[in-house]
């Protein structure tokens, strides 16, 4: 078997834009006040009466080409357990040229440390032997999958396969582990 390449689905059919992820994900996390690692999505299309709404929950894509990675001149930014993108905080020196490269929009300088922050797919919940994520662990729809790409049991293997997914920005080139089940 391969290795560990973590990776999250979104079902955008169920999710319901009630936030308990975002609020979830502050608390895990210790976000600033007034920032978020992630956030609900809405979009509306068609024209009325034949209007459809796609409801996501997004967060940093763990892209495996990741620009963010690349661009960064301290080594702050870098992959980390199953190819997640995380930041080493005493290494970043809030430069923000990972923000300017990331076309996800999923970065911010926390103001309180002068640091980049981002979403980590709760790297350390997994070390620690939780399988989940805050945002999937509180998700009161069951929209959220998360685990390895690369272990076709897993939840997130089992449900690309059923589903039909898309995930953002593909033209990127990034190669993003976030989908979103149509």
Not at 7 to 22: E, H, I, K, N, S
Not at 98 to 119: L, M
């Amino acid at each position: 078997m391969s290795a560990v390449s973590y990776g999250m689905v979104v079902d955008t059919r169920t999710c319901v834009a009630c936030a308990a992820c975002v609020i979830a994900c502050k608390t895990e996390n210790d976000v600033a006040e007034g920032f978020s690692r992630d956030w609900i999505f809405t979009a509306t299309s068609g024209s009325f009466p034949n209007l459809a709404m796609e409801i996501r929950s997004e967060r940093c894509n763990h892209c495996e080409d990741a620009p963010c990675v690349s661009v960064c001149p301290t080594g702050a930014s870098h992959y980390g357990p199953g190819g997640t993108v995380q930041v080493t905080e005493s290494k970043c020196t809030g430069c923000k040229a990972c923000i300017a490269a990331c076309p996800y929009d999923a970065r911010f300088i926390d103001p309180r440390t002068g640091a980049i922050d981002k979403c980590t797919f709760c790297v350390h919940r997994v070390e620690n032997g939780t399988p989940t994520t805050a945002c999937q662990e509180v998700c009161p729809t069951k929209s959220i999958y998360f685990g390895d790409l690369n272990d076709p049991e897993s939840e997130v293997s089992r449900v690309l396969r059923v589903r039909e997914a898309y995930a953002l920005l593909p033209d990127a080139g990034t190669r993003p582990k976030h989908f979103f089940l149509k």
